[in-house]
């Protein structure tokens, strides 16, 4: 009787245990996957050239194929895969080959798909062309290597990404390159500049005679529309005269321009900003670089703001021993004699350095010798203005100044944000400063260096012409010529004043007189000015193997004076 029980018992244990292993199989079927996956480079997926230095990155993701979705949240690690490319090949009907792993790195390799998600977060692969041989094609094939979350997935059969690329053939002395530019002899082959440059490349381009544009009427800026193409333009010390337009020369200047002079401009009914050289000097992510460039003419804007000599908006911007003789007449902001406003964004700003400016620069506002407002794009700023002069005559309704016309962003308090400009050493030899209107509940500030500025900002070891015609709005008699002691962040300036009007507010930047016979020379000898970059024997300053400025005869300069200790050249 026990035997019978005992094998009584061992039958229904069997049949428990079948009987669960199949209520278990009909829970989770052999065979069902929580979905079958791939690797997919979004965008278009053609073959790209990688010049020796250079690299490009792409985005890679998981996706789920045919439109099926996990039930778990799941991640995904990618490598690359070398069997793909046999069968690439076949399908194709191409001869790529491997693409070596000393080309190619992932930079981010991990990446996430949510719960009953069909694609997921993106990582980063880049590849260069490190170990390519000249003239063979390759292929990077990249697949999932492995996924968490489940023990139920796949991968595709046929479906992967794939970056097709080459070594780009580099030759330094192809045309548009640093050491065989393009030539532009004529006035085809200046027009003819816009079809020669590349996106993402610096193509070069040299003057090799002075070219006259007189008769031309249809100009259109060889740099005008987005994305903006870098170049470097040598001017190779050569002129190019009577330009006439409604922007300027080269629309947006991003790369180099120097050694060049352009001269009886004339650009009138603009549409938006404008300068002789570029309407922008720079574009956000371009910088610019401008050296030794001369600019003179006439310029009319009467319909945006930003006005200057060589541009009307500087982004990133250095520009360096350059000089502008120009008549502006705008009713709008931002006027100068070298940009209007720069628009750079932090932590990269414009540097102006070694300039000087003559002729007569009218505006609404924010109008100055050098720059109209120095800088309106950041609530942090640092753009630096240094050993600089003006001789230009400079009016407005208000913010105006000798050099920089608003230096606050246009802040009532004078605080500014966190403002921190530089206008260093600069001299305002300027044949006037003076106001345009005579009612002071629409007026408030200008000054000799700076019309309005932000107490905080580097005001340091500026000078002024002892003789200055300065006249403020009539409503502004307050507002009068006095020597300020230099300021930083660190030591504000202190004599900046408020009115006790609601809406006038003053808070010039007038530096120091310069001593009453002293020329403009002699103050930038004092102040320590680069005399490889200046030739300072005359009244006024000049650069080296250039000709000296003209004088206005309005300007009275002083006479020549014997060796003084620095400190005597200003009081």
């Not at 100068?336 to 609404?364: E, L, Q, R």
Request: proline share 4%; net charge negative.
């Amino acid at each position: 009787m026990k035997k019978i029980l005992f094998y009584l018992l061992s039958l229904a244990l069997v049949f428990l245990a079948v009987s669960c292993a199949g209520i278990c199989e009909k829970e989770e079927p052999a065979g069902k996957m929580k979905g079958v996956f791939y690797a997919d480079i979004p965008g278009e997926k053609t073959l790209i050239e990688i010049v020796p230095d250079g690299s490009k990155t792409y985005s890679l993701r998981a996706c789920a194929q045919g439109g099926q979705v996990s039930d778990v949240v799941m991640n995904f690690t990618f490598k690359a895969d070398p069997d793909r490319v046999d069968a690439f090949n076949a399908a194709h009907g191409t001869s790529y080959q491997m693409c070596p792993g000393s080309a190619y790195e992932f930079v981010t390799n991990e990446v996430m798909m949510p719960r009953y998600g069909r694609s997921s977060t993106t990582a980063k692969i880049k590849v260069t062309a490190s170990g390519l041989e000249d003239g063979v094609d390759y292929i990077l094939p990249v697949t999932i290597d492995k996924a968490t979350g489940t023990d139920n997935w796949a991968v595709a059969d046929t479906l992967a990404a794939y970056v097709l690329l080459r070594k780009s053939f580099f030759d330094p002395n192809a045309p548009g390159t640093e050491n065989n530019p393009y030539s532009i002899t004529s006035v085809a082959d200046l027009k003819a500049m816009g079809e020669k440059m590349i996106e993402g490349s610096l193509v070069y381009f040299r003057l090799e005679n002075d070219i006259d544009l007189s008769g031309v009427t249809d100009w259109e800026p060889v740099n005008r529309l987005e994305p903006y193409k870098a170049f470097d333009f040598d001017g190779g010390e050569h002129t190019i005269s009577n330009f006439t337009g409604t922007t300027s020369l080269f629309g947006a200047v991003v790369g180099k321009i120097h050694d060049l002079t352009v001269e009886k401009a004339n650009i009138t009914n603009a549409s938006g900003p404008v300068g002789i050289l570029g309407a922008y000097g720079g574009a956000t992510g371009q910088s610019v670089e401008v050296s030794h460039v001369y600019v003179q003419g006439k310029i009319s804007n009467t319909a945006a703001h930003g006005t200057g000599g060589l541009f009307g908006v500087i982004i990133e911007a250095t520009i360096d021993a350059c000089s502008a003789d120009v008549t502006i007449t705008s009713n709008k902001y931002d006027s100068g004699g070298i940009y209007g406003y720069d628009n750079s964004v932090a932590p990269k700003f414009s540097k102006i350095t070694n300039c000087w400016t003559a002729g007569d620069i009218t505006g609404n506002r924010m109008v100055g010798g050098i720059a109209g407002n120095a800088a309106n794009n950041a609530k942090y700023s640092e753009v630096v203005i240094r050993n600089c002069y003006s001789t230009a005559k400079v009016h407005a309704q208000f913010k105006y100044g000798g050099i920089v016309g608003d230096a606050a962003q246009g802040q009532k308090t004078g605080e500014g944000l966190d403002l921190k400009n530089h206008v260093e050493k600069c001299i305002a030899w300027n044949e006037a400063i003076y106001s345009d209107v005579s009612d002071a509940s629409v007026h408030y500030s200008a000054g000799a260096i700076v019309g309005f500025t932000s107490v905080k900002n580097y005001l340091q070891d500026c000078v002024r012409k002892s003789d200055l015609s300065f006249s403020d709005c009539p409503g502004n008699s307050f507002n009068v010529l006095y020597d300020q002691e230099n300021a930083s962040p660190e030591s504000p300036l202190k004599e900046a004043v408020q009115s006790t009007g609601s809406t006038n507010y003053n808070y010039p930047y007038h530096g120091k007189a310069a001593a009453a016979d002293a020329t403009c020379s002699q103050v930038a000898k004092a102040l320590g000015w680069d005399e490889s970059v200046w030739d300072l024997s005359g009244n006024l300053p000049f650069f080296k193997g250039a000709s000296a400025p003209v004088e206005n005869p309005d300007v009275n300069p002083g006479g020549q004076l014997p060796d003084f200790d620095e400190n005597e050249f200003y009081q």
